[in-house]
Nanobody, 117 residues
């Protein structure tokens, strides 16, 4: 099993970034996929989740209306479009895969997002 995030980097406040997560080694479409982040001074926090078919999704209050989660089951790929970025969005972003409701069974290695002027 492998989850590899990419797309992180430096963005200005109000800017955008698009994160990707490439999955392999498991039945991707059967798993709910999520994004979490670890911000300075805090533990890992939930950002967004999308169901296996892509029809169900949920967001943390702090990102709702600014971030969009999506997936492409033909490519075994997960995405997070992040718009109107704020300095408080700075952190390491991880993708996770969960077969059943709860904590992800598999995690990626994370990608750094820094929002600063």
């Amino acid at each position: 099993v492998q989850l590899v995030e990419s797309g992180g980097g430096l963005a200005q406040p109000g800017g955008s970034l698009r994160l990707s997560c490439a999955a392999s080694g498991f039945a991707f479409s059967g798993y709910a996929m999520s994004w979490f982040r670890q911000t300075p001074g805090k533990g890992r926090e939930f950002v967004a989740i999308i169901g296996g078919s892509g029809l169900y999704f949920r967001y943390a209050d702090s990102v709702r209306g600014r971030f969009t989660i999506s997936r492409d089951n033909t490519k075994n790929a997960l995405y997070l479009q992040m718009d109107s970025l704020k300095p408080s969005d700075t952190g390491v972003y991880y993708c996770g895969a969960a077969l059943t409701p709860g904590e992800p069974d598999y995690w990626g290695q994370g990608t750094q997002v820094t929002v600063s002027s």
